[in-house]
């Protein structure tokens, strides 16, 4: 008998070790697939943070004014960025002191150039490869700080193109999202927790809640290009229709994160409130929300950082448009930073890649600081009962 007890146990210590070793096994791949991705983001995204510049010598002219090519060299054209020398124009209008004057700018150079610089694939010629390679040992070329990725939205050419237009248009969207999706969120929370009676129409809705919770977002775009923008007119591609549609996807999130929330909550104290004679909504709003509050803002964020990170949704509603001037309104055609991602990474210019990779990085940051902030609220105020 003993033995076979002996041998039952060595085959659960056997079971054991397998199990653990199942379970390192996966931590130990899904530890090697983040640090494989978050380095292969970092190695292609860095290099967007620079940005080939050339000195020139720009001349403020009537020629450069009717031709904006003539108002550099005729050898430095093919090297220098369209989209610089089509600003001169109006930077003239606007500083006409300048008129018949010379003056040594670092000026943009076109992306050929700077994937050359970079030593990535590019479409330069030959003989502009030379050319920069003397430029190189005048010192009249340099990779500098790439303040326009941040300052400037998105550009058919690849050296203008930033996610400026995107930030803002997210920030509009997420702001949208906010202040529909979390009060309408809450306070149904309440009402199905704490006053709703418990009889077939509330089950309904419930299920149903729990439904919308996990139906693919993008028919929430569908819904949304169906109420607001083809029912109540809301402008296509706006960030109103956006935020609009990304509320009614992160509603559900909020009931059922704020509902557990609220059960969390142990029932002692509800009855310790009415039993000093307060009323149902008394003891609601002065002791189960504030003590549910920590899981309600917790589950809150983690709602929004899951909706900024959706583009499906916004497809449908028209977010997908080129979108180079950032919104200054909501009613104004948007983009946010997810679609921006998704329309450059469909581009063939390879300069465009590291600029994707890079808004990756951007739109992860941002992300892991709602999630980082979601741990740390649940953290520093969750109360154990």
Same mark, same amino acid.
């Given at each position: ?221 569908? $819904?949304? #290009? !169906? ?5 109540? +007119?809301?402008?296509?591609?706006? *960030?109103? /229709?956006? =935020?609009? @549609? ?42 189960? $929300?504030? #003590? !549910? ?5 917790? +589950?809150?964020?983690?709602?929004? *950082?899951? /909706?900024? =990170?959706? @583009? ?45 990779? !890079? ?27």
């Amino acid at each position: 008998m003993s033995l076979h007890v002996n041998q039952q146990m060595k085959r659960r210590y056997a079971a054991e070790k397998r199990f653990k070793a199942y379970a390192i096994t996966a931590l130990t791949l899904a530890g090697a697939f983040l640090i494989f991705f978050f380095a292969d983001m970092i190695s292609k995204g860095l290099p967007a943070l620079q940005q080939a510049e050339i000195l020139v010598d720009v001349h403020y002219n009537d020629s450069s004014m009717q031709n904006y090519k003539k108002a550099v060299d005729k050898p430095l054209r093919r090297i220098v960025s369209r989209g610089y020398l089509r600003t001169l124009p109006l930077y003239m209008e606007d500083h006409p002191e300048l008129m018949g004057t010379n003056e040594s700018r670092w000026v943009l150079a076109t992306a050929d150039v700077d994937q050359y610089l970079k030593g990535k694939p590019h479409r330069l010629k030959s003989k502009y490869q030379k050319q920069i390679d003397g430029l190189l040992k005048a010192e009249k070329v340099r990779l500098a700080f790439n303040t326009g990725f941040f300052t400037r939205g998105d550009s058919k050419m690849a050296e203008l193109a930033g996610i400026r237009s995107a930030v803002i248009g997210s920030i509009y969207v997420l702001f949208l999202t906010m202040i529909f999706a979390l009060p309408i969120g809450v306070m149904t929370a309440v009402y199905l927790e704490e006053f709703a009676p418990d009889n077939r129409l509330t089950q309904i809705i419930e299920v149903n809640i729990n439904n919308l919770a996990a139906i693919p977002s993008i028919l929430f775009g569908l $819904l949304g #290009l !169906a109420i607001f923008i083809n029912f109540f +007119g809301a402008p296509r591609s706006s *960030a109103l /229709a956006g =935020g609009l @549609t990304l509320a009614l996807m992160t509603l559900p999130i909020v009931i059922i994160t704020t509902r557990a929330a609220l059960q969390a909550v142990p029932d002692s104290i509800r009855e310790a409130a009415f039993g000093l004679g307060a009323s149902r909504w008394q003891t609601v709003w002065h002791h189960v $929300l504030p #003590l !549910a509050m920590p899981g309600i803002l917790t +589950g809150s964020i983690i709602g929004l *950082a899951q /909706a900024m =990170g959706e @583009t499906a949704p916004l497809l449908i509603v028209g977010m997908m448009a080129y979108v180079p001037d950032a919104p200054g309104n909501i009613m104004e055609a948007a983009t946010v930073l997810p679609a921006q991602i998704y329309t450059w990474a469909g581009e063939s210019i390879r300069a465009y890649e590291e600029r994707t990779a !890079a808004a990756i990085l951007v739109l992860l940051s941002v992300l892991l600081s709602l999630n980082t902030m979601a741990v740390y609220l649940r953290k520093h105020f969750e109360k154990r009962w």
